[in-house]
């Protein structure tokens, strides 16, 4: 009678003839010597049973394969972090589509009006040409800053958590703030192809949307900043935003080329800590902390709150944000 040990040198040499991967030394032999039924049939059930595994590893592995087909497309990101730097980023680049960041707060509050079915909002250059407006435009409601302050007359300041407790559904807004909306109109003026309004609030939806872009693409994330300064809060938004587009690119198989200011962004993000603490930090946060409106800094900070993502146009001789999911 055959040794357990000369049938598993037996099953090594078929598996290496015939490509298989042979199973431990230890196994075989076990299930060698546990056998009840003869060793040549414990040697033609063994091999037997390691090429239906092998069989059943290539149907596993299909699937897998199919998941890992590259996207041809190819996107490449950048960064600014003031409206400064931006007709340069615009002139290297004529065709970006631009992500504009004024997470605390306009960008995070215009995402919240889309939240709460806001049909349109119109930015205004400042108060007053959007107080000239309104009265143009009966019906409409007023919501802005000056100095982080809700300016007198207007129907909301430019707070997310106020505007999230209110009903918005079809109305039209007309929106005024001091670094916020005068980026997004920037954007637009200095003939981006398309102009977003990005935030924590709607971060992987803002990703998904750029890379979805057709073909070879360049999308700029436009950090507001603060008095054409940067700003920590927005720095640490572009990083995150950035961060997301990258893990999402390398899921999908798709090529994503980062400029240096890109790279950077993520470093700043991956080494400021959390947002909400960030933003307590912030010349931004510090000036809503000062007014008592703590609420906005939670809900600036609440990473994938929603889908919804504005996008800018110039309509009928204003700039317009409307939404979509």
């Not at 075989?28 to 049939?41: D, F, N, T």
């Not at 300041?157 to 916020?180: C, H, K, M, Q, Y």
């Not at 939670?298 to 800018?312: F, K």
Request: glycine share 6%.
């Amino acid at each position: 009678m055959r040794s357990p040990f000369g049938v598993a040198r037996a099953v090594f040499a078929l598996c290496a003839l015939t490509g298989l991967p042979p199973a431990p030394s230890r196994c075989l032999i076990g299930m060698a010597s546990l056998s009840p039924v003869p060793p040549r049939h414990a040697l033609t059930r063994l091999v037997l049973c390691r090429v239906a595994a092998n069989r059943e590893r290539v149907r596993l592995s299909a699937p897998r394969t199919a998941m890992r087909a590259r996207d041809a497309r190819v996107l490449r990101l950048d960064v600014v972090f003031s409206p400064t730097e931006l007709a340069a980023a615009i002139a290297r680049v004529p065709s970006v589509t631009c992500a504009a960041i004024d997470v605390l707060r306009a960008t995070t509050t215009l995402a919240v009006m889309g939240e709460r079915a806001a049909a349109r909002v119109i930015l205004a250059p400042d108060v007053a040409e959007a107080r000239a407006l309104a009265a143009a435009q009966p019906g409409c409601l007023l919501a802005g800053e000056v100095d982080a302050a809700r300016p007198p007359g207007f129907d909301f300041g430019n707070s997310p958590a106020e505007v999230g407790t209110a009903d918005l559904a079809g109305r039209t807004i007309i929106f005024a703030t001091t670094n916020g909306t005068r980026t997004l109109r920037a954007c637009v003026a200095l003939g981006a192809r398309a102009t977003i309004a990005a935030s924590l609030r709607n971060a992987t939806a803002v990703a998904d949307s750029l890379l979805a872009l057709p073909g070879d693409a360049t999308a700029c994330l436009v950090a507001a900043g603060r008095l054409d300064r940067v700003a920590l809060d927005d720095a640490v938004a572009a990083g995150i935003i950035a961060r997301i587009i990258r893990e999402r690119a390398r899921q999908a198989g798709m090529t994503l080329t980062l400029t240096e200011p890109a790279e950077l962004a993520i470093l700043i993000a991956e080494h400021a800590g959390e947002p909400i603490d960030v933003f307590r930090r912030s010349d931004a946060g510090r000036a809503v902390l000062a007014l008592g409106l703590e609420a906005d800094l939670a809900w600036s900070a609440a990473l994938d709150a929603t889908r919804v993502v504005p996008r800018v146009a110039a309509a009928g001789g204003e700039l317009v944000a409307e939404f979509g999911e």
